[in-house]
């Protein structure tokens, strides 16, 4: 079986179909060359994992960078070690890494866009389980009993950890929310739903954030609301460096506000 790879947004399928759903979709796009493919084995020439710490948590992402760019988070946490997203990419060397840090327990993923080669990461990691949002149940290209669905706002792994679905972006677009944090205070791994922007100093809320599409207020508001009750200084948004350290939550409160009035202008 011909596990295909779509190159531009990173999500693995068991076949090579004429089409990607997923970027066919409003809020992705095909590139400009047409639909293209690659493999896991192709990608394995060509690119390898990079591992680095990204602000006080162990980060992996491909070197070049490929499809989306997202970097994934390793959170050593009172609900066990959790790999947050994944990626197109698994090697022996990351793999390694990872299990001598005291391996992985479960893989947590924001939203559709980050499945990538989800399971093949899970198969390298011992079969963990895959905890989505069933909201996005749809969009998975490969079913696996490794993925488990969960349902409603919230999520609690542990006293420290708590998944929320913020929605939005998509319906079940999830942040991770780690009470105890790489620092005091907590923190909010974000995805992008909240996206943080490129100055790191505030957030938005898109539907696509490549083809420029508002989020409407009303799920605006609505994830407004689902974050409320959770405090956290550090937000982690979707890759490298695009991180807010200190002041996450004013910054967080302040964007919802700016938004909501500019669009209400």
């Not at 293209?36 to 192709?42: G, I, L, P, S």
């Not at 149940?137 to 999520?155: E, L």
């Amino acid at each position: 079986m011909t596990l295909s790879i779509c190159a531009t947004c990173g999500t693995q399928y068991p076949n090579t179909p004429a089409h990607c759903p997923v970027c066919e979709d409003e809020r992705q796009y095909v590139g400009t060359g047409g639909q293209a493919w690659t493999t896991h084995e192709a990608l394995k020439a060509t690119h390898t994992l990079r591992l680095d710490d990204d602000d006080g948590l162990l980060g992996i992402g491909l070197s070049p960078a490929f499809a989306i760019h997202q970097r994934a988070l390793y959170v050593p946490s009172d609900a066990g070690n959790i790999l947050w997203e994944a990626l197109s990419l698994v090697t022996d060397d990351a793999v390694a890494a990872l299990k001598s840090r005291g391996g992985v327990d479960l893989i947590a993923i924001s939203h559709p866009h980050f499945y990538a080669s989800m399971l093949e990461w899970s198969e390298a990691l011992g079969g963990v389980p895959i905890l989505l949002h069933e909201a996005d149940r749809a969009w998975v290209r490969r079913p696996s009993p490794a993925i488990r669905f969960w349902r409603g706002d919230q999520h609690r792994l542990s006293d420290a950890v708590t998944l929320v679905r913020s929605g939005g972006h998509f319906p079940g677009s999830t942040v991770l929310h780690w009470k105890d944090g790489p620092r005091p205070g907590g923190a909010l791994l974000a995805g992008d739903s909240p996206q943080v922007a490129g100055n790191r100093r505030r957030v938005s809320f898109m539907h696509s954030y490549p083809n420029y599409m508002p989020m409407p207020t009303s799920e605006v508001r609505a994830m407004q609301a689902r974050l409320a009750g959770f405090q956290f200084e550090d937000v982690y948004g979707y890759t490298w460096g695009r991180n807010i350290i200190g002041g996450g939550r004013a910054a967080v409160d302040a964007s919802f506000a700016r938004y909501l009035a500019d669009v209400a202008a």
